[in-house]
């Protein structure tokens, strides 16, 4: 199985701030790595496809790098809807497995 | 826009079973890969199952492989997701998403307990 392991587990930041999250996979995921988003209580919501694809509505400060095993999550100029926990997941190979969340807090 | 719908959830005694039904609206199942994703109460999301667009592939997490049965119906546009030996580490919120590779839509989640 691919293990995933995001880093930091939280931070804190400010509203108009960068935040660089980090993926990184046990192998090579052939960019196949997704971005969810979920906020207490509430659903997931998909963010980004392929490392860097934004899925449709998302906006333009979510950006996505990387390639093998290292992958960014970027938000630039955070907003208040942007404090949430964020997840990567590798869907190169089945079992799919997610990174185990990184939750952005208010500052 | 599209629309996953869950029900079925509930409280169960360990070694029991449910049938969880993701009811989906605007998109053709049979067109599309589907998934069922949960989370356990403080945890973070954990893959279950997938099911093809063909119907035929199916694939189990090792936690629920041999216990869970994905299937679905094509004349109802219906996901479901059978659970039987049901145990207290199954207790977790379960997750209809619309796609597998990746998944691109999520329904609101139905909750599971597994108590006795």
């Known amino acids: 199985d691919i293990q995933v392991t995001q880093s930091p587990s939280s931070v804190s930041a400010s509203v108009g701030d960068t935040v660089n999250i980090t993926c990184r996979a046990s192998?090579?995921?052939?960019?196949?790595l997704a971005w969810f988003q979920q906020k207490p209580g509430k659903a997931p919501k998909s963010l980004m496809y392929?490392?860097?694809i934004l899925q449709s509505g998302v906006p333009l400060r979510f950006s996505g790098s990387g390639s093998g095993t290292e992958f960014t999550l970027t938000i630039t100029n955070l907003q208040p809807e942007d404090f949430a926990t964020y997840y990567c997941?590798?869907?190169?190979?089945?079992?799919?497995?997610f990174g185990g969340g990184t939750q952005i807090e208010i500052k | 826009e599209v629309q996953l719908v869950e029900s079925g959830g509930g409280s169960v005694q360990p070694g029991g079973s449910l049938r969880l039904a993701c009811a989906a609206s605007?998109?053709?199942?049979?067109?599309?890969?589907m998934s069922w994703v949960r989370q356990a109460p403080g945890k973070g999301l954990e893959w279950v199952s997938s099911?093809?667009?063909?119907?035929?592939?199916?694939y189990y997490a090792d936690s629920v492989k041999g216990r869970f049965s994905v299937s679905r119906d094509i004349s109802n546009n219906t996901l479901y997701l059978q659970m039987n030996s049901l145990t207290a580490e199954d207790t977790a919120v379960y997750f209809c998403?619309?796609?597998?590779?990746?998944?691109?839509?999520w329904g609101r989640g139905v909750p599971v307990t597994v108590s006795s």
């Open positions: 997941q590798q869907y190169h190979r089945y079992p799919l497995t």
């Open positions: 392929y490392v860097y």
């Open positions: 099911m093809s667009t063909n119907g035929v592939n199916k």
């Open positions: 605007r998109f053709a199942i049979v067109n599309n890969d």
């Open positions: 192998q090579g995921v052939n960019n196949y």
């Open positions: 998403g619309k796609g597998s590779r990746p998944i691109d839509s």
